[in-house]
C-alpha cells in the first residue's frame, strides 16, 4: 500500500488484494454500485485466479476507484501472445471528476505496456473521448454468420444445470483438455477462470454438453437465431457439425461470437456494438482490420 497525492487529496494506492476480505467486500460493494454484479461468488469458487488484478484507490477504508486488468494468453494467427485487458474501470460518483482513473490508468499503461503484445479495453459510448488520451484507438471487430438448414428435428444436446458441483467438473474438464483452438483465429489459452466466470454470472443457462463430439457448447438461442458463443473438447471438432447437432429446427441463422478459421461459408460484416467499442493500444489496429477479426465473447473480462 502506498500514498499518493490527487488534486490535493491523499489517497492509498492498493493492487492485487483479492484475498484481503475487507478490501475485496469494498472491491465488491462498488462493482455491484456501478455495474450491477460482483466477484465474489467467482472468488469463492477458487477461479479468481493471479490473471485478475485490481488497480484500486482508497479513501480510509473503502475503495472509491478502479482499473483492473486481466492478463490473458492469446493464439493468435497461430502464434502465442499475452494481452492485456484492461476493465472494471469505475470512480464512486461522489469522487469523479478528480483524476483518480487518469492516475490508475496511468500506472497501468506504465507497469504493462512494454510486458505484454497488446493492451486493449471495450468502453461504452459515454466516454469514447477518454481513452484516446492515453494512447489508445478505436477499432472495428468483424462477425461471421451464416443462413442454415437441415438442422436435426430432435435436440441432442444436453443442457447443463451450472449450479450443480457435476456440471461444473464437466466443463472444467472439457476446457482444461480442449483441443479447439484450431476452429478459431483469436483463441483464447488457459481460459478456464473467464469460462468458469461466465458460467456462475451471465452465463449460466447457455451451457450444453454434446456428447457425441464430448464438446462442451456454449450458445444462446433468440427466435431463430442461434448465438454460438465458444467450444471447447478434448477431441478435434467440425463447427459445421457442431452447428447442425446443437440448432434445432427452429434455427435459420447462426452467429458466431468468435472468428471462426475458415470464414469461406460465413458473410463477415462489421460487428453490430451495442454501445461498447473496443479500444487497442496504437500501432495494433490494424490487426483487426486486416484480418476481419473479433475478440470472442467469453475474452471478455
Same mark, same amino acid.
Given at each position: 500500500m502506498g500514498k499518493i497525492l490527487i488534486d490535493g487529496k491523499e489517497y492509498a494506492f492498493i493492487k492485487d488484494y483479492k484475498n484481503n476480505d475487507l478490501y475485496r467486500k469494498s472491491y465488491n460493494s462498488l462493482t455491484k454500485k456501478i455495474y450491477g454484479f460482483d466477484f465474489e461468488q467467482w472468488f469463492q469458487t477458487g477461479y479468481w485466479g493471479n490473471g485478475y488484478i485490481p488497480y484500486s484507490l482508497l479513501d480510509g477504508e473503502d475503495i472509491i476507484a478502479n482499473v483492473s486488468i486481466s492478463i490473458i494468453d492469446f493464439l493468435v494467427l497461430g502464434e502465442s501472445k499475452k494481452y492485456i485487458q484492461i476493465g472494471t474501470v469505475m470512480t464512486d460518483p461522489a469522487y469523479r471528476n478528480q483524476g483518480l482513473v487518469r492516475f490508475l490508468m496511468e500506472t497501468v499503461i506504465k507497469e504493462w505496456k512494454n510486458k505484454c503484445d497488446m493492451l486493449y479495453l471495450f468502453a461504452n459510448d459515454s466516454v469514447l473521448n477518454f481513452y484516446p488520451k492515453f494512447g489508445f484507438k478505436a477499432v472495428?471487430? /468483424? &462477425?461471421?454468420? !451464416?443462413?442454415?438448414?437441415? $438442422? $436435426?428435428?430432435?435436440? +441432442?444436446?444436453? !443442457?447443463?444445470?451450472?449450479?450443480?458441483?457435476?456440471?461444473?467438473?464437466?466443463?472444467?474438464?472439457? +476446457? $482444461?483438455?480442449?483441443l479447439s483452438t484450431s476452429i478459431s483465429k483469436l483463441t483464447v489459452l488457459n481460459n478456464i477462470g473467464l469460462v468458469i466466470f461466465y458460467s456462475i454470472s451471465f452465463m449460466s443457462n447457455n451451457f450444453y454438453y454434446l456428447r457425441e463430439q464430448d464438446a462442451i457448447v456454449i450458445a444462446e438461442f433468440e427466435g431463430d437465431t442461434l448465438y454460438l458463443q465458444d467450444i471447447f473438447s478434448p477431441l478435434e471438432v467440425n463447427l459445421d457439425n457442431i452447428i447442425k447437432n446443437i440448432s434445432n429446427k427452429e434455427v435459420t441463422t447462426v452467429v458466431l461470437g468468435f472468428s471462426?478459421?475458415?470464414?469461406?461459408? /460465413?458473410?463477415?460484416?462489421?460487428? &453490430?456494438?451495442?454501445?461498447?467499442?473496443?479500444?487497442?493500444? !496504437?500501432?495494433k489496429e490494424d490487426l483487426f482490420q486486416n484480418n476481419k477479426l473479433m475478440f470472442s465473447v467469453l475474452s471478455h473480462a
Amino acid at each position: 500500500m502506498g500514498k499518493i497525492l490527487i488534486d490535493g487529496k491523499e489517497y492509498a494506492f492498493i493492487k492485487d488484494y483479492k484475498n484481503n476480505d475487507l478490501y475485496r467486500k469494498s472491491y465488491n460493494s462498488l462493482t455491484k454500485k456501478i455495474y450491477g454484479f460482483d466477484f465474489e461468488q467467482w472468488f469463492q469458487t477458487g477461479y479468481w485466479g493471479n490473471g485478475y488484478i485490481p488497480y484500486s484507490l482508497l479513501d480510509g477504508e473503502d475503495i472509491i476507484a478502479n482499473v483492473s486488468i486481466s492478463i490473458i494468453d492469446f493464439l493468435v494467427l497461430g502464434e502465442s501472445k499475452k494481452y492485456i485487458q484492461i476493465g472494471t474501470v469505475m470512480t464512486d460518483p461522489a469522487y469523479r471528476n478528480q483524476g483518480l482513473v487518469r492516475f490508475l490508468m496511468e500506472t497501468v499503461i506504465k507497469e504493462w505496456k512494454n510486458k505484454c503484445d497488446m493492451l486493449y479495453l471495450f468502453a461504452n459510448d459515454s466516454v469514447l473521448n477518454f481513452y484516446p488520451k492515453f494512447g489508445f484507438k478505436a477499432v472495428n471487430e /468483424y &462477425q461471421c454468420s !451464416k443462413t442454415i438448414t437441415n $438442422n $436435426n428435428e430432435n435436440i +441432442v444436446s444436453e !443442457k447443463l444445470d451450472m449450479s450443480l458441483g457435476s456440471s461444473r467438473r464437466l466443463v472444467i474438464e472439457k +476446457v $482444461n483438455n480442449s483441443l479447439s483452438t484450431s476452429i478459431s483465429k483469436l483463441t483464447v489459452l488457459n481460459n478456464i477462470g473467464l469460462v468458469i466466470f461466465y458460467s456462475i454470472s451471465f452465463m449460466s443457462n447457455n451451457f450444453y454438453y454434446l456428447r457425441e463430439q464430448d464438446a462442451i457448447v456454449i450458445a444462446e438461442f433468440e427466435g431463430d437465431t442461434l448465438y454460438l458463443q465458444d467450444i471447447f473438447s478434448p477431441l478435434e471438432v467440425n463447427l459445421d457439425n457442431i452447428i447442425k447437432n446443437i440448432s434445432n429446427k427452429e434455427v435459420t441463422t447462426v452467429v458466431l461470437g468468435f472468428s471462426p478459421s475458415d470464414t469461406g461459408s /460465413y458473410c463477415v460484416n462489421l460487428l &453490430q456494438k451495442d454501445d461498447t467499442t473496443l479500444f487497442v493500444m !496504437k500501432d495494433k489496429e490494424d490487426l483487426f482490420q486486416n484480418n476481419k477479426l473479433m475478440f470472442s465473447v467469453l475474452s471478455h473480462a
